[in-house]
């Protein structure tokens, strides 16, 4: 069983829009820090932080994403979104969701629960 499984990617041109969405296939009974991690294509490319939402929702970012990214999530429905505004070629790369060990989500090392991942390609 895929513990996380993330939904919502797609080809957009730049300045576009897409929703990513994450649903937990299990009730995760300890409320983890989940995040939204993000590897670009090429070899030697690792999964890096884009944004994180704390148990009770409080989000932190990735700088690159500020202003145009807003993630959130659903405790009861045991899902995260993350809404991607003013999309950027350097966007692009496969988008997985996580749980996390400590109050956010930013480091793949403290990732205890994987998705799949889903694409996101921006270009002209």
């Known amino acids: 069983d895929v513990p996380l499984v993330e939904s919502g990617g797609g080809s957009v041109e730049i300045g576009g829009s897409l929703r990513l969405s994450c649903v937990a296939s299990?009730?995760?009974?300890?409320?983890?820090?989940m995040g939204w991690f993000r590897q670009a294509p090429g070899p030697g490319k690792v999964r890096g932080s884009v944004?994180?939402?704390?148990?009770?929702?409080?989000?932190r970012y990735q700088a690159s994403v500020q202003g145009r990214f807003i993630v959130s999530r659903d405790n009861d429905k045991n899902t995260m979104d993350l809404r991607m505004n003013s999309l950027k070629p350097e966007d692009t790369g496969t988008y997985y969701c996580?749980?996390?060990?400590?109050?956010?989500?930013?480091?793949?090392?403290?990732?205890?629960?994987w998705g799949l991942g889903t694409q996101v390609t921006v270009s002209s």
């Open positions: 944004a994180s939402v704390d148990k009770s929702g409080r989000a």
């Open positions: 299990k009730y995760i009974p300890e409320r983890p820090s």
């Open positions: 996580a749980a996390c060990t400590g109050e956010y989500c930013v480091s793949r090392y403290a990732a205890y629960l």
